[in-house]
């Protein structure tokens, strides 16, 4: 029996709409495969955000493993941080997590990782997809009396709470009555970052910690919970506001005005105050090819090496080991701190941001006030609430329709078209869609793109 799975990886990563394109007993299938890549008695962690859709491939996904022989540690509901934090310290052998899309709401997405933490790459997939061809001929079969178990992890998430603070000055956060907004978009997040922050004596208002099913599925962040998140940091007087991803790798930041902190903005605040990367002189940054060009003159000045790579499901955690790098990042708001580990961990970069504005003294928008800023031409459309709350399937419709290659960034899709970087997202401020690109006085061809992509999006 021949299976295809190639109608579920996209985007280098595996994906597909439940009891469509990926039911469950795909999802069986998926784990069969992957449990016979590894040896009998291997363990396996495996978590979940709060969806039922994911929750339902979770437990499909768990029978095929253990058909295999191999043994499950279950952390159930979880950030994505958190089960790569537990594969490395429980020694575990990979791991598997099941969390729904941001820019595809519909879709679940199913990461694979080995035994670093690291997320399979695009050629990893490929391989398992290759191998499903001949299934079942190359599925291990356990007999009854070796049929993997599965147990449960308790204390993990203390664990790990205790863990992250060690990395930053505790003190100086504790004293610096620091009050933020912390919008966990419904998501495992809501388990870990309000009772860490208050550990560290942080005021916090703590948005969406919980589960809400709803009967049509939305992407969380979006634009009403960003603007919402603002709103509450302006009338709060609070420092900062923080929109989380639904898996915990990511967030949108605001600072004490409600305005948005871009991601070239936090990179260079990253590189230029934090201690750690400082002292770290001369090793390498690591940062995607799509991320703007005025970062590369501003690292050089900072005393680093730069290294571009392409933002693909797990290379640049991989770069970091290979290349020795003191920090990373990704322009999809991805930052990693390899002297905690080779992974992006929002809460992990909120407290580290904490430590900094605490050190210092100052408020977000003082750090980032005097960086320099990336040359863009922009436009602006205005759009009605309709096409507002239709944002994210307008865009995939587009992108399908016209293959496009993108970048998702919560509040904003990065559309690259014959190697210019287009920028599209939508207005905190007014209903407007905000197309924009980096101008460059050599090489024009960013508003020839521009005006290109927005024929496309409006036609």
Known sequence: MALELGNILKRGIIAGRVNENLPPEMSTILGCLHGSTLKPN??????????????????????????????????????????QFSIRRFGASGGAYFSTGHLYNNDVEITFLDAGGFIYTSSQLEELVRTSRKFPKNVRRAEPINIGKISSIPHTVDIYMKALPQFVNKAKISDANLKIVVDCSFGPTGLIAPNLLSSLDVNIIALNTFHQE??????????????SCADIVRASHSDLGICF??????????????????FEDL???????????????????????????????????????????????????????????????????????????????????????????ASRESLLS?????????????????????????????????????????????????????????????????????????YDEENKTAKEKLEELEKILFE
């Open 366 to 438: 003082d750090l980032t006030r005097n960086f320099p800023k990336t040359n863009k031409i922009s436009k602006k459309i205005s759009v009605d609430t309709e096409f507002i709350d239709a944002f994210h399937k307008f865009i995939t419709q587009k992108i399908e329709k016209h293959n496009l290659e993108f970048i998702d960034i919560i509040n904003e899709v990065k559309i690259i078209k014959d190697d210019v970087n287009i920028t599209v997202k939508l207005s905190l401020s007014r209903d407007a869609v905000i197309i924009s690109g980096e």
């Open 245 to 262: 991803s639904n898996d915990g790798q990511r967030f949108i930041l605001v600072d004490e005005n409600g305005i948005e902190i871009d």
């Open 214 to 227: 709803k009967k049509v599925k939305a992407s969380v962040p979006n634009i009403k919970t960003i603007r």
């Open 42 to 83: 291997d363990i396996l962690v495996m978590a979940r955000d709060y969806h039922k859709d994911s929750r339902m491939l979770k437990r499909a996904y768990a029978a095929g493993i253990l058909s295999t022989g191999v043994d499950i540690l279950n952390l159930h509901d979880s950030t994505f941080p958190l089960l």
């Open 267 to 357: 990179f260079m605040l990253f590189i230029t105050y934090d201690d750690k990367i400082q002292d770290s002189k001369p090793n390498s940054v690591i940062v995607s090819e799509t991320s703007s060009k005025v970062l590369d003159d501003y690292v050089k000045s900072q005393g680093f090496d730069l290294i571009k790579k392409k933002s693909k499901p797990g290379l640049i955690s991989r770069s970091i080991r290979e290349a020795r790098a003191c920090f990373a990042a990704a322009d999809s708001n991805e930052f990693y701190f390899p002297y905690f580990g080779p992974i992006s961990d929002g809460t992990l970069t909120l407290i580290k941001l904490l430590d900094i504005m």
